[in-house]
């Protein structure tokens, strides 16, 4: 659902709620129900889930302080520590913060559904206002400790560890969680979470205390979601956001639009160099890395984007075994490489293979749950989408499933639209063997393109050899009895292209043969150097290819400057990140215009749009006909097998 209007959550009101939020830390009261303590313990850590539910006895409820439990972590952890250890203060202050903006959305949440006034009139409510009272209570103790949960990850899940799997492993779940009124909602939630930490085999050090609050917290988040669909009386719930001032966190309805939860994937370690041929990918690659390092985080904006070099969703694609995966580590390394020198936060991310659910809607939230990370302006982010044919297929064609909908429906909102907020951070990248079978509406989104052919020439061949054999030489000297090229120094063509028209010096015109008939017909109108030529072109080819459109000829204009902006950083940014990379973002801003307008003398602009056209058109072409050659193909060889059949049969005969 689009949320159409914003309320600000101001930090002067959250001032006065954060004595009631501290009053739950000294001390909430909860009796476990009958379901808690006696929960299955199949395929659970017993001892943990015994310890749970016998927390409280079999006499009645007490009292339970997260504030005292910190406080005795401190002494069991640290006993020689004066102050409170910086970690068990975070998670302390962050559960504080967060307690206080779930109040705050609490109140906004009685205010206007209308419970406030319905809770005046408590005593004297009929049937069917107490069934409403009831309802609305339990949609605003849910919101209260969605909100709360969310600000707690906000607040922690950057400070928590890359690995979480062991605290993961032995969390034995939330045996239940109150929804009956915020004041029970609350003291649920905490019971539990002082009932962990006070689990000798759950916080063994300080830094546990942050790890164990974000998965506690996620879980909240997960066994809310899980209820949605019981709850009434949310529409003052997902028609809006609240934001708070001054900061990035903001609820929106039920998704948390800062989701700052996403953990960066373990990748294997590819340099450039070891890639054989993909001159064209190597170089965009590269081109991407070093936009992307040139984000500031102060004022959050890429000076790249206002110079027309930023392509936040691009595309590589060719035949299966050419190196599309070894480009997609490639990319992650270098980008890995220069943010840990810079010390700056990046975040791989790449689609998950589990995406597509067999549930109706269920697509579509794991798709926006993967999307909303990049909107997160403190990282940098690359997003690959490996195989993208698999989740974002032509939507008309034969068989698609609903889920296959569901994530292209939410690919497009976030790519180009009311959800499309993006800093300059992040890139998403389509790797594909058979682009034809994208969706169209997906690759016109596509900004940039290059093509991965893998290796093409002797020296591509020669040094792919050379790649595999000579481990065997380090490992075993001289067994690699063969002789080496005479004339050529292994690995030397495989440098990266100083500029885009070193690889496109020969793209005069279109190799493929509808489009260059097209372009030789506006030709004999008008010359390459007219205006009209291209307006005539792209008539003739929308007449060729009907899903051309005016986006595509944006998607032309933004690879036409993005050659103007086709240059190297000077290595020494690199090495003195003094020099760039920490000015501010006017400073940079202008030591690139002045690279441009260096860039820009000896480019014809005439030249470079002829160019991009005629790779951009090509394209269009080779996906529009790929489709119908495979078909064509496979028809032809199942024809020469069955004849070939049919003669050895004849023979047998």
């Given at each position: ?22 009053s739950?830390?000294?001390?909430v009261?909860?009796?476990?129900g ?16 015994l310890?749970?539910?016998k ?58 559904s ?31 400790l969605y909100?709360?949960a969310?600000?707690?990850?906000y ?8 690995d979480?799997?062991?605290l ?12 009956l ?15 962990y ?20 917290f996620?879980?909240?988040i ?14 003052v ?96 390394t ?97 790797f ?12 016109s ?18 040094d ?29 063509e495989?440098g ?14 279109p ?32 007449k ?9 000829i ?6 036409v ?7 190297d ?6 090495e ?23 860039n ?5 602009f005439?030249?470079?749009?002829r ?8 394209n ?5 006909d ?28």
């Amino acid at each position: 659902m689009e949320h159409n209007t914003t309320f600000p959550i101001k930090n002067s009101e959250l001032a006065t709620l954060r004595d009631e939020a501290t009053s739950y830390l000294k001390g909430v009261q909860w009796d476990q129900g009958l379901k808690a303590k006696n929960r299955d313990k199949n395929g659970k850590d017993e001892s943990i889930l015994l310890y749970l539910s016998k927390a409280t006895g079999n006499g009645p409820a007490t009292v339970t302080s997260v504030s005292k439990t910190v406080l005795g972590l401190k002494k069991r952890l640290l006993p020689d520590s004066v102050a409170i250890p910086l970690h068990l203060n975070e998670a302390l202050y962050a559960l504080q913060e967060a307690i206080t903006m779930g109040i705050w959305l609490r109140d906004s949440y009685y205010d206007a559904s209308g419970l406030s006034s319905l809770n005046e009139r408590k005593s004297s409510l009929d049937g069917s206002q107490r069934r409403e009272f009831d309802s609305k209570q339990h949609t605003a103790t849910a919101f209260m400790l969605y909100g709360m949960a969310c600000n707690v990850l906000y607040h922690l899940k950057p400070r928590a560890s890359d690995d979480l799997s062991v605290l993961q492993n032995k969390f034995a779940g939330i045996p239940e969680l109150s929804l009956l009124s915020p004041l029970k909602g609350i003291s649920c939630v905490l019971f539990y979470y002082d009932t962990y930490l006070n689990h000798p085999e759950i916080i063994t050090k300080d830094k546990d205390v942050i790890d164990f609050t974000v998965v506690y917290f996620e879980a909240i988040i997960a066994e809310i979601q899980l209820r949605l669909r019981s709850l009434e009386y949310t529409e003052v719930i997902t028609d809006r956001t609240y934001k708070l001032e001054n900061s990035e966190f903001a609820v929106s309805g039920w998704e948390n639009v800062y989701e700052g939860t996403a953990v960066s994937v373990e990748f294997n370690k590819i340099q450039f160099e070891e890639i054989v041929g993909n001159r064209d990918a190597k170089h965009f690659a590269r081109r991407l890395t070093e936009r992307l390092m040139s984000y500031d985080f102060t004022t959050k904006k890429n000076p790249f984007q206002e110079l027309g070099g930023f392509m936040p969703v691009f595309m590589g694609y060719g035949i299966p075994g050419t190196g599309k995966s070894m480009l997609i580590a490639a990319i992650a390394t270098r980008l890995k490489k220069h943010c840990d020198n810079l010390e700056i936060p990046f975040l791989f991310h790449p689609m998950p293979d589990t995406l597509i659910s067999t549930f109706q809607g269920g697509s579509a939230e794991k798709m926006v749950q993967w999307m909303k990370p990049l909107q997160d302006p403190t990282r940098l982010i690359f997003a690959p989408i490996d195989d993208a044919e698999n989740n974002l297929q032509e939507r008309t064609a034969q068989g698609v499933s609903a889920g296959v909908k569901e994530v292209i429906g939410v690919f497009l909102r976030y790519t180009e639209g009311a959800y499309a907020v993006n800093y300059g951070n992040s890139s998403i990248g389509l790797f594909t063997n058979l682009p034809e079978m994208l969706d169209k509406a997906v690759i016109s989104r596509v900004q940039g393109r290059f093509k991965i052919d893998g290796a093409r020439t002797i020296p591509d061949f020669v040094d792919q050899d050379y790649l595999w054999w000579r481990k065997l030489e380090k490992t075993m000297p001289g067994f690699v009895n063969m002789k080496d090229p005479s004339d050529y120094k292994y690995l030397s063509e495989q440098g990266l292209a100083k500029n885009l028209g070193e690889i496109l010096k020969a793209t005069e015109k279109p190799s493929e043969e509808r489009v260059l008939e097209i372009y030789e017909e506006s030709e004999d109108k008008f010359k390459e150097t007219e205006h009209l030529f291209y307006a005539e072109l792209y008539k003739n080819i929308q007449k060729e290819f009907p899903f051309f459109s005016s986006r595509d000829i944006r998607n032309i204009q933004s690879a036409v400057s993005l050659r103007l902006t086709d240059f190297d950083l000077p290595g020494e940014w690199f090495e003195h990140p003094d020099k760039y990379f920490k000015q501010d973002y006017d400073t940079k801003f202008t030591m690139l215009q002045e690279l441009m307008q260096a860039n820009m003398k000896g480019l014809n602009f005439s030249d470079i749009r002829r160019q991009e056209v005629v790779r951009y058109l090509d394209n269009v072409a080779t996906i529009a006909d790929t489709d119908f050659k495979r078909k064509v193909d496979q028809r032809v060889h199942e024809m020469n097998v069955q004849m070939e059949a049919r003669k050895q049969f004849e023979e047998e005969d």
